[in-house]
């Protein structure tokens, strides 16, 4: 096992593309991170740096201590799973879990041992003999980790893995992994721009934008405390709703109450919010969950959007809010299901609303 660490680590393509932008952070022994971002942002590239396929531009990389710039891939000690398997279409199962070992010359009981153990831990006991064209795509993807498995690696990189999965599948994979890093407590880097297996499988999530480190932190604490308007948008789903708006403080003046001016048609009474008094008349995003609109009477609600299109999920439901011309997402309980076409009186618990600066995309401590 082992640690991994970026010190300044760069990737700059031949045609002059900065794939990677320079990222520092460390993968504590042992740890699941996820690294997670939309197509292009740079997740493979710095993946593949790891792994030792693509070169590195700059800076450090070090594996359990050891600085690995230059050292070959079959010299790291890791193993990389990928989101297209990369079976060997001609062997069977048995055949692709035995094949790295066999090029590395280990001796033939020790092979035999370590396929039957990872065989074992995976399910794929019973199809052992098949090819990987008579497999499902679950049995498939779970040869290509056993691959990966047995050759007992201090890190383990993989890059969509289950992308290829439909989503019960997906979901069901994403518990075995998790289970299999518990049980091996080997250090893993998951690649993944799917925003939900990042929250639900990583101990900590790095989120990346072009090339650029945006946040690390546990998945709890960036859903709660995203640093700018980028990490607040990306995770959460549906999506956090962002209006923009200019505050106001009643005349009333100190412990008046503030509003949140989106338009003529768009005014919230955010009420005798604690926000700071120069805030009056700054223009500003204003972010709020769908879980936290709450529906409430005619006489205190902030805002009475029309019920646009209802989503029942079974054990929620989205409701799609329209209000001028802005769009609203609330995620409401089942119990009482909003009608297209009614008004529906909503709240803003402003213990609840995040404030982003409109040219940074900063949020703001309040
Ligand atoms: N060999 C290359 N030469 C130039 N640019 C490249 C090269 N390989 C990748 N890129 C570019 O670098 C950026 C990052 O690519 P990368 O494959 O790391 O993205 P990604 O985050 O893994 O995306 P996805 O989620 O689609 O897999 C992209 O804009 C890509 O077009
Ligand atoms: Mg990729």
Redesign the pocket.
């Known amino acids: 096992m082992a640690n991994v660490r970026f010190d300044a680590v760069r990737k700059v393509?031949?045609?002059g593309?900065v794939?990677?932008a320079g990222a520092s952070f460390d993968v504590a022994d042992g740890e699941l991170l996820v690294l997670v971002?939309?197509?292009?942002?740079?997740?493979?590239?710095?993946l593949?740096m790891v792994a030792g396929l693509e070169a590195i531009t700059s800076g450090t990389l070090s594996i359990g201590g050891r600085v690995v710039n230059d050292v070959a891939p079959k010299d790291r000690d890791i193993a990389m799973v990928f989101q297209s398997y990369a079976l060997y279409p001609h062997m069977s199962v048995a055949e692709n879990l035995a094949f790295g070992l066999k090029l590395r010359g280990q001796p033939k009981a020790e092979i035999a041992a370590r396929v039957a153990e990872a065989a074992q831990m995976l399910e794929l006991g019973a199809v052992l003999d098949r090819k990987p064209g008579q497999l499902s795509g679950g049995q498939r993807q779970r040869v290509a980790l056993g691959r990966a498995l047995v050759r007992q690696p201090q890190v383990f990189l993989l890059?969509?893995p289950l992308s290829n999965l439909d989503a019960k599948l997906r979901s069901g994979m994403r518990v075995e992994i998790a289970r299999l890093h518990r049980k091996l407590g080997t250090t893993m880097i998951y690649?993944t721009?799917d925003q939900i297996e990042a929250m639900t499988l990583g101990q900590r999530i790095v989120v990346?934008r072009d090339?650029e480190i945006q946040q690390i932190d546990t998945p709890m604490a960036l859903y709660e405390q995203p640093d700018n308007l980028f990490v607040a948008t990306f995770l959460g789903s549906p999506a956090m709703n962002v209006l923009r708006g200019t505050l106001q403080r009643d005349a009333a003046g100190e412990g008046g109450g503030w509003r949140f001016v989106v338009d003529d048609g768009l005014s919230l009474a955010l009420g005798a919010a604690p926000l700071p008094g120069d805030w009056h008349g700054r223009t500003l995003d204003l972010g709020i969950r769908p879980e936290h609109l709450q529906p409430t009477g005619h006489g205190d609600a902030a805002l009475s959007p029309l019920v646009e299109v209802v989503e029942p999920v079974g054990s929620e439901v989205f409701v799609n809010l329209r209000i001028g011309d802005h769009a609203l997402v609330a995620r409401l309980p089942p119990e009482r299901v909003p009608v297209p076409g009614e008004t529906l009186p909503l709240r803003i618990p402003v213990e609840r609303v995040h404030f982003f600066d409109i040219d940074t995309g900063t949020r703001l401590a309040h």
Do not use: A, I, M, Q
């Open positions: 393509y031949p045609n593309h794939g990677v971002g939309p197509s292009g942002c740079g997740k493979s590239t710095l593949r890059d969509e690649v721009h990346f090339g």
